[in-house]
């Protein structure tokens, strides 16, 4: 790793400035750039001050945009730059102005990073082939600087671990401005900022992605790739629409290279990546704030979008007979002290429901106000599609959380969670309490 920890911020803004940052490496792979900045007078949540953006030059050639949209406060943003070989490189750092809100002034790096993975390191595989992502610009040529930017990217083995010899990548976004309802969102996968898949494919021998490509396109469908690759083995996408969705082609002026560094967990939701990265719900809240109209004061019997703060976030793992394609969806009810009905996180209506078979997420809205001591009963109910039978036992709360305060920080969990407690619910026995706090 080439590592430097700044004697003072290395400043660029709308006045001016350029930093270079020299480095050598003793080994050749994929680059991993690491840095913490702030951005004075920037707020995510504040229209025309939304971010600024660097533009960042690696041997002397355009590499990509960094969208800075932590603000003030400092925060750690990591990019890739490709494959590199062993000796001496220079990154170069300037101010976007065309990439920035009209507000933003100046940009502040205050530490920076180089770490090379090696081809032999596991994460290799995970990083050489993340989706290079060439940014939306539907009504704005710098769209994602002010909306629906991605936070970052994640992967999983859809097959059990790198021998399936599949992988899937994800983003997670501030916030998609269209497509599914928010509420119902919150209902059905517990994402705050929301998660998308991107790009699959299958692996050669060389942990390389290169046959059965796929990538989600218009309609949240699989499209098969047949694009471009570039700093090395990186597909290229194109976002589209306003639904998380991409096409093959570029056909934007600015690009973003997040690495997909994490992995998501078998038997966590995607939900679970959020508390991995837990700035995301901060920033996916402050965008909600600024773009959507939310219900003040709460009602929590009524289903529009409210501050965030107002729901349990909650998240389980869930199994189900081998060989079953899918198995009955899960209503989630909460029981809060001095309420005689619980909180439902559908609204009693199946229309809200999400058949699946792994495990899940939801949010349920509730009285603005509450903390963890009100909650005192948490109940799962299957709901089936159809009058076959089924069994699905269902394991948690693995997290069961509100969010704190104005930076909206993931809140202390329920007494007891996370927990490992399994029900199994039947048709014959549909409901059971899977968390209870006593009277």
């Known amino acids: 790793m080439a590592k430097e920890l700044l004697e003072r911020p290395a400043v660029v803004g709308r006045g001016g400035g350029i930093f270079r940052h020299r480095f050598a490496v003793p080994d050749a792979g994929e680059a991993i750039l690491s840095m913490r900045i702030a951005a004075a007078g920037t707020a995510w949540g504040r229209a025309d001050q939304e971010a600024g953006t660097l533009r960042l030059e690696f041997e002397g050639s355009y590499s990509q945009h960094l969208v800075v949209f932590g603000g003030a406060e400092e925060t750690v943003y990591q990019r890739y730059f490709g494959d590199i070989g062993v000796g001496a490189h220079e990154i170069m750092l300037t101010f976007s102005p065309e990439g920035s809100a009209p507000r933003a002034q100046w940009i502040r790096t205050l530490s920076i990073s180089v770490d090379v993975i090696t081809y032999h390191d596991p994460r290799y595989v995970p990083v050489s082939n993340s989706p290079l992502l060439y940014g939306r610009a539907e009504r704005d040529s710098y769209e994602m600087r002010k909306s629906d930017t991605p936070l970052q990217a994640f992967y999983r083995y859809p097959q059990g671990g790198l021998t399936g010899r599949e992988i899937e990548f994800f983003y997670m976004y501030s916030h998609l401005n269209q497509g599914m309802d928010m509420a119902l969102r919150l209902s059905q996968t517990g994402c705050l900022a929301p998660i998308e898949w991107s790009f699959r494919g299958s692996l050669d021998s060389a942990g390389h992605a290169t046959r059965n490509l796929y990538f989600q396109g218009r309609n949240h469908r699989p499209h098969g790739f047949a694009g471009t690759y570039d700093m090395g083995a990186h597909p290229v996408l194109q976002a589209v629409g306003y639904e998380g969705m991409f096409h093959d082609r570029q056909a934007t002026p600015y690009r973003i290279a997040l690495p997909a560094l994490e992995e998501v967990p078998a038997d966590r939701p995607l939900a679970w990546m959020q ?58 009810l909460v029981q809060v002290q001095g309420q005689t009905e619980a909180f439902s996180s559908i609204f009693g209506d199946r229309k809200w429901g999400l058949p699946d078979t792994g495990p899940f997420a939801t949010a349920v809205k509730l009285p603005s106000g509450l903390t963890a001591e009100a909650i005192r009963e948490v109940r799962v109910r299957a709901v089936p599609q159809r009058r076959d039978p089924f069994k699905v036992e269902i394991t948690g709360p693995q997290a069961a959380f509100f969010l704190d ?35």
């Open 405 to 439: 305060g104005p930076g909206y920080a993931v809140g202390p969990m329920l007494p007891g969670v996370p927990s490992d407690k399994t029900v199994t619910l039947t048709a014959q026995e549909p409901e059971a309490v899977i968390f209870s706090r006593g009277t």
């Open 275 to 332: 508390n991995v990265y837990p700035l995301s719900y901060r920033i996916a809240a402050e965008e909600l704030r600024r773009e959507v109209k939310l219900e003040e004061p709460c009602n929590p019997k009524s289903r529009a979008l409210t501050d965030p703060h107002n729901y349990l976030f909650l998240h389980f793992g869930r199994q189900v007979p081998e060989g079953a394609r899918s198995a009955p969806f899960v209503e989630v």
